[in-house]
């Protein structure tokens, strides 16, 4: 700690920001891609990589606010929210521009619906979240099945037209996206939820004797965590022509892995939302490099499950000296 | 003043087989012939696979952690079982399209035939329980990241050996699988000789109170001069020997692999453990209470076909019994504490 | 008794620090065959810190001599129990999801191989007879399921079972704090047995009848030093109090009398409906002292008042808003990746703010503040607050309670490990807050800490035992209503 003393340069303080390797991970894999292709087919990577991870980083949020709270707390009701989000959503607007707001409400009502069931789970049967979110997330996805059976029903045209769009090569959503995250950033760095939700992660014990309402922080980061897989289910089935079964299947193993890749603590207490979008596209990447140079679907999972054994190995070493 | 202290303590020991008994007199009640040798055999035969796998997940739970790869684990085996355990490398389908191609000879040497390199790969399987074992404890990682990964890593593993489903299992699983014998179903007789196993092995030997304190007071387990470290070796190893189990017994029903198999093995596991009045911390598991868990799950499917009730619910009667169990125990435990 | 013996083992000059505290400042102690060593001392003497080096738990500077043999590098908790050095600490280390027979065999390695439940069970069982007779345990009892008394008597029997080594010196550690009258006199006798059967126990307890009815000698502790140690018969309780305490200083209601200050009480918690309940009240502008022997209730009282000024309590009347100053820092204070100021602002937020979100300006502008009015030393507040000695980490949580607007501040013995020259700064504060109206609820262990206080209730096993004015306070009254008489 002797160093302490001394107040770091900015660029040691800009290097000491855990997510700033998935930044350089995912350029660094970019840059590989493009150099089999010969650099011709690098704008549409990019915005290929841009498009699909807007979806993990919107879950990603969520997830990172639950394990924020410190160890236990993880979402595994994501992937079934998503789903019936998008069922109901599409069933409801039923390929009408017209409905495309209420259609969104719906999916995020759904999202809060499922938030509040599993913190009422948690508190009512005093069982950890993990327990929680997997008993909640069967009874989710058994009525997403039920409810979305039968033909597959359109999105609205204009819900499509905008989930696709793009603006000089960058898809609208993302930017939206983007500005999400960076609002999200704010309320994690300089509101008072934000602090409240790191507090509790470092020590909850600490938290409560210090004034911080345990109760109703940890409620609104399961109901963000539910809302936001909603949101997401209302965006991909406008993005892939309607709503499917197995559409939040990847989103469980793709939320954690973005928070841990993203530098984000497991342990809790110690997130950023920055670099969930180094991950998102980082994994989004390999995956394309891995496509271009030939290599299958099955080494595509091995390298994606190697990276985060990988990092999160790596992550621990940062943290002996505790 | 022991027999009322004990009554909500023996009424949760007791709700795994209550729940599993209910069940049961529900689906004879809605469908009697359900009662009887092939009805058993229908209605139990995948219980088998998931209590193994329920087994595998109880040991890593005892220590504390969580294993969120034992599905994919599952699939894994599967596809080794249909490929390299039946004709050795030379079932593997790429070997076959070389061979189709000409660049390999249609005759193999022995080596590339012999079942043994099946062997090896599922022994290297349990091996590599052990090492996360050994990874986790020495790096204090958190499981569910850690086994988050690997369920990746035994999904691509799956994907090489098998890229499309099919393969054929050993013959000599499948017969066991289908064995008839006389009087009581396979299932019954299975499950009950994993669930007396199980319990010698964890819950009779001498070791195996070691590796159950480890999970209820670690530093008492240590300053007693375990090694903690040898403890999660042995959990993750056991945990891999049962999934191997588990993925050769689901091979042996479906006669062919698929890496996506046993995708829904990792949460019905878990699942399984709670349901047989497993905890989530502190060591306090029952291997029979798991095996019960697995059977009253699966027994879930059927009670919904004969209610009439589409298989969509399935998966949300598993839930649903899930929270009603664990509802009813937070309400034994509520009384437990007012007296 | 022969005195020439060699000891099982003996301790001579032996020093022990965590970090700049020091433990032990060169105790010198010899256990042999055939005594009962009765150790006795207030809060923080050391007790502790001697007990876990004699297991092997702590490394120590000095000559530690086993058999006469010295060892003091190559000590261990194995090396102890190779020698028969058993230990019952305070906090139980039974594994609670075992059966009794389970527990037996988790601390003897030896009891393995076909039948070995049944041999741990009818060990475990056979050495309970012996201690507890009539007892009600049984072998297949899940440990977690025991009432507590049941729990500290498998863990007193488990010590003395002899497998592969034989119990030569048993370690006691408050071992009837959770026994009944019964169940207490059982083991002390059986303890005289042990003793006269060749065996050895140190037995550490507050309740000093205890002591000198069951111990052939009697070593008092205090500030890490041994103090007196003289045969048991040459003490009496009066004496071992007084041997216990700081005779010398004592200056009877050195303090002015002071009177309690009328009108409705900033905080009030009913007395308890038994025979000699205690009504605890603090008023505006009071330092009101928690005081007694350690864990004796007084840091859930305090959690309690923190709980009710939030939720309400039948039995708890809080006005105003309520701050807590921990004094377990690592488990109930610090924030540990934050930094100095982060950790300080946490409870003062709400009024940082601008608009939404939190003022940076605001929140160095009070870091800063408390930086230079509390001292804490340190060139930038932005720095983690790791960085900090304890002393300091102890003074930014004094910050983050005194910055916020809380009109009561309550201290849950926050001077655990905190140097002298901190003390007396903070005790300033404390005392200048008081004066401009700000109450303050202190629990703590340190009679020089009660001297601040206005008025002092004393705490043993759960209940206020004495309400002291600082008129009537004395150590001695606070140790004599601390330390109970078995009944």
């Known amino acids: ?322 | 003043m022991t027999g009322s202290a004990l009554s909500p303590r023996l009424l949760r020991s007791l709700l795994p087989a209550l729940s599993l008994a209910a069940l049961l007199i529900a689906i004879f009640w809605l469908q009697p012939r359900a009662m009887s040798y092939v009805g058993f055999n229908l209605m139990l035969n995948l219980a088998i696979p998931i209590a193994l796998a329920t087994i595998a997940q109880m040991c890593v739970i005892t220590v504390n952690d969580l294993d969120l790869s034992i599905g994919t684990y599952v699939g894994f085996v599967a596809c080794v079982g249909a490929t390299l355990l039946s004709g050795g490398v030379g079932a593997l389908p790429l070997v076959k399209d070389l061979q189709a191609s000409g660049t390999l000879p249609t005759d193999l040497p022995w080596l590339l035939t012999t079942p043994l390199a099946g062997i090896l790969v599922l022994a290297l399987g349990i091996v590599v329980y052990a090492l996360l074992g050994a990874l986790i404890y020495w790096r204090d990682l958190p499981s569910i990241v850690v086994t988050l990964g690997m369920s990746f890593v035994w999904l691509g593993l799956s994907v090489v050996i098998l890229p499309v489903p099919g393969g054929a299992a050993p013959g000599w699983i499948r017969s066991l699988m289908t064995l008839k014998p006389p009087f009581i179903p396979f299932p019954i007789i299975a499950a009950a000789v994993i669930a007396i196993f199980a319990h010698i092995l964890i819950m009779r030997t001498s070791y195996g109170a070691v590796l159950r304190g480890a999970g209820g007071n670690p530093r008492a387990i240590e300053r007693a001069g375990w090694s903690l470290l040898k403890v999660k070796v042995a959990m993750f190893a056991l945990a891999g020997f049962f999934g191997m189990l588990a993925g050769l017994s689901l091979v042996g029903l479906t006669t062919s692999g698929d890496a996506n198999i046993a995708l829904r093995y990792t949460l019905l596991s878990i699942a399984g453990v709670i349901l047989g009045g497993g905890e989530f911390v502190g060591g306090r598991i029952s291997p029979v209470g798991a095996v019960i868990g697995a059977a009253t799950l699966t027994l879930a499917g059927s009670f919904l076909s004969f209610l009439r009730i589409p298989p969509d619910w399935q998966i949300g009667a598993q839930g649903a019994i899930l929270i009603i169990v664990l509802a009813l125990r937070a309400l034994i435990d509520h009384a437990e504490k007012r007296r | 008794m022969s005195r020439a013996e060699v000891p099982i083992i003996s301790l001579d000059g032996v020093v022990k620090s965590f970090g700049a505290v020091r433990a032990l400042q060169g105790v010198d102690l010899a256990c042999r065959k055939g005594e009962c060593i009765g150790l006795v001392g207030h809060n923080g003497a050391g007790k502790s810190t001697l007990m876990n080096l004699l297991a092997g738990v702590f490394s120590a500077e000095g000559r530690i001599a086993l058999d006469g043999v010295d060892t003091a590098d190559r000590y261990s908790v194995a090396v102890a129990q190779a020698h028969g050095i058993r230990c019952v600490f305070q906090e139980l280390s039974l594994c609670p999801n075992l059966t009794v027979a389970e527990n037996a065999r988790i601390m003897h390695a030896s009891l393995k191989g076909i039948g070995w439940r049944k041999r741990a069970g009818a060990l475990i069982i056979a050495q309970l007879d012996l201690v507890f007779p009539g007892h009600g345990i049984s072998a297949g009892d899940v440990v977690g399921d025991l009432p507590i008394a049941r729990r500290q008597m498998v863990e007193i029997a488990r010590a003395f079972t002899v497998t592969a080594a034989a119990a030569r010196l048993v370690i006691l550690d408050e071992p009837t704090s959770s026994l009944d009258a019964h169940q207490a006199g059982q083991l002390l006798a059986f303890v005289r047995r042990f003793v006269a059967e060749g065996g050895c126990v140190v037995l550490i307890s507050h309740l000093l009848g205890e002591i000198l009815s069951t111990a052939d000698r009697v070593v008092v502790m205090k500030d890490g030093r041994v103090v007196a140690e003289r045969p048991a018969a040459e003490f009496t309780r009066a004496s071992l109090v007084a041997a216990m305490g700081t005779v010398a200083r004592e200056e009877a209601g050195r303090g002015e009398a002071t009177v309690r200050r009328s009108g409705s009480p900033r905080v009030r918690v009913a007395a308890e409906r038994r025979a000699g309940g205690i009504e605890f009240t603090a008023h505006q502008g009071e330092i009101v002292g928690l005081a007694g022997l350690g864990g004796q209730g007084q840091s859930e009282m305090l959690v309690r008042i923190f709980d009710a000024a939030r939720r309400a309590d039948r039995d708890i009347d809080v006005s105003g808003g309520v701050a807590l100053v921990a004094g377990d820092r690592q488990t109930d204070g610090v924030f540990p990746l934050w930094s100095i100021a982060e950790n300080i602002t946490i409870a003062s937020l709400a009024r940082l703010r601008r608009g939404f979100l939190i003022d940076r300006a605001k929140t160095s502008a009070m870091a800063e503040t408390w930086k230079a009015r509390i001292a804490i030393r340190t060139p930038d507040v932005d720095n983690p607050i790791l960085s900090l000695s304890g002393g300091n980490q102890q003074k930014a949580l004094f910050a983050r309670a005194l910055g916020s607007t809380a009109e009561t501040v309550l201290m849950d013995d926050p001077m655990r490990g905190v140097d002298i020259g901190t003390k007396q700064e903070v005790y300033d504060m404390i005392r200048s807050e008081a004066a401009g109206g700000r109450t303050f609820l202190w629990y703590t262990t340190e009679m020089d800490e009660l001297r601040h206080c206005d008025h002092v209730y004393v705490f043993r096993d759960q209940h206020i035992v004495a309400d002291l004015s600082r008129g009537e306070l004395t150590e001695e009254k606070i140790l004599h209503a601390s330390f109970a008489e078995v009944a």
């Open chain 1, 1 to 322: 700690m002797s160093d302490a003393a001394s107040p770091p340069s900015p660029l040691r303080r800009l290097m000491a920001r855990p997510w700033l390797w998935a930044y350089v991970a995912a350029f660094a894999v970019f840059i590989v891609t493009i150099l089999f292709t010969g650099g011709r087919s690098g704008g549409e990577v990019a915005t290929a990589a841009f498009t699909f991870a807007t979806f993990s980083v919107i879950v990603g949020i969520g997830q990172m606010f639950v394990v924020t709270l410190g160890p236990g707390n993880v979402d595994l009701s994501i992937p079934a929210t998503i789903t019936l989000a998008g069922a109901v959503a599409t069933k409801i607007m039923d390929t009408q521009d017209g409905m495309i707001l209420v259609g969104l409400l719906v999916a995020l009502a759904c999202g809060a619906a499922v938030g509040i069931f599993n913190y009422g789970l948690i508190i009512l049967l005093r069982i950890p979240p993990i327990i929680a979110t997997l008993s909640s997330s069967f009874l989710v996805q058994s009525t997403a099945i039920a409810y979305g059976r039968g033909i597959r029903i359109k999105p609205p045209p204009a819900l499509a037209d905008f989930t696709t769009s793009q603006v000089f090569g960058m898809p609208v959503l993302a930017i939206c996206v983007i500005l999400l995250a960076a609002v999200m950033e704010v309320v994690l760095r300089r509101t008072l939820y934000g602090r409240w939700v790191t507090a509790i992660g470092q020590n909850i014990r600490a938290a409560r004797l210090a004034g911080v309402p345990v109760g109703r922080t940890r409620f609104a980061a399961y109901m963000m965590s539910a809302v936001f897989a909603g949101l997401c289910g209302y965006l991909l089935s406008g993005f892939s022509g309607g709503s499917s079964l197995s559409m939040g299947e990847e989103y469980l193993l793709t939320s954690i892995a973005l928070v841990v890749i993203g530098g984000s603590s497991v342990a809790g207490g110690n997130s950023n939302v920055p670099g969930l979008w180094g991950a998102a596209l980082f994994l989004f990447l390999v995956v394309t490099m891995l496509n271009t140079y030939g290599f299958g679907a099955g080494l595509r999972y091995l390298a994606t499950g190697a990276i985060i054994i990988a990092v999160i190995v790596a992550a621990s070493r940062r943290r002996t000296a505790r």
